[in-house]
Every structure is written in structure tokens, then in C-alpha cells.
């Protein structure tokens, strides 16, 4: 079992930068890749980035290359999403999950545990 609680969001103004963080118990965080995931209202929920087991490898969503940085702590337990640039279109719940496959995944289906969420609003 793994529990992801994440933390960190609020209200930002665009161009702002904000970090999230979602921090881990339960079974070693090593063992596991990470990934953050967004819904928006009315909106389906959408890969924004992921990052493998011992964060050598990452990837993002198109929409947030070079604005957005994931990045992990092993040693803390906690995986962190650097966002910068911040648009109004960014405003979101802000999922955080966890995943026993080797590979990055982009599907949500594939990620076992989930986080409550963090909200993210970006006033224009």
C-alpha cells in the first residue's frame, strides 16, 4: 500500500511559479514511479508529467515542456512539480500517483495508488 498526500497548491498570477509536492508512506518509495495528473472543471483528467523509480527519466505532457519540472527525493520520501510560467489554463486539481510498472506510464488507468488532490488556481 502506498499513501500520496500532496500539498503546496493555491493561488497564483500568471507568469508566477508555484512547486507541489506529494509526499509517500507505506512501501519504500524507490520502488515505484510517480506521476502528476490534472482535472480542470468539465475537463477529463489529463497526464501533466511522470518521472521513473529513481528519477534518471521523466516525461511531460506536450502542453508543459519547459514550464513544468518533475523531480523526486528518494531519500524524503517525497516527489516534487516545479511549475513556472503559470497560465490561467493551468488551473486545476492537482493529482499526484504512484505506480509499481518499470516504465513511465502516461495512462491513469495504470497508476494503483492516488493522492486526494492539491488545487491550483491562476488568476490572469
Known amino acids: 500500500q502506498v499513501r500520496l498526500v500532496e500539498s503546496g497548491g493555491g493561488l497564483a498570477q500568471a507568469g508566477a511559479s508555484l512547486t507541489i509536492s506529494c509526499a509517500a508512506s507505506g512501501r519504500p518509495f524507490d520502488t515505484y514511479a510517480l506521476g502528476w495528473f490534472r482535472q480542470a472543471p468539465g475537463k477529463e483528467r489529463e497526464f501533466v508529467a511522470a518521472?521513473?523509480?529513481?528519477?534518471?527519466?521523466?516525461r511531460y505532457a506536450d502542453f508543459v515542456k519547459g514550464r513544468f519540472t518533475i523531480s523526486r527525493d528518494n531519500a524524503k520520501s517525497t516527489g516534487y512539480l516545479q511549475m513556472n510560467v503559470l497560465a490561467p489554463d493551468d488551473t486545476a486539481v492537482y493529482y499526484c500517483a504512484a505506480t509499481g510498472l518499470a516504465l513511465i506510464t502516461v495512462k491513469d488507468f495504470e497508476y494503483d495508488y492516488w493522492g486526494q488532490g492539491t488545487q491550483v488556481t491562476v488568476s490572469s
Open positions: 518521472i521513473n523509480w529513481s528519477g534518471a527519466s521523466t
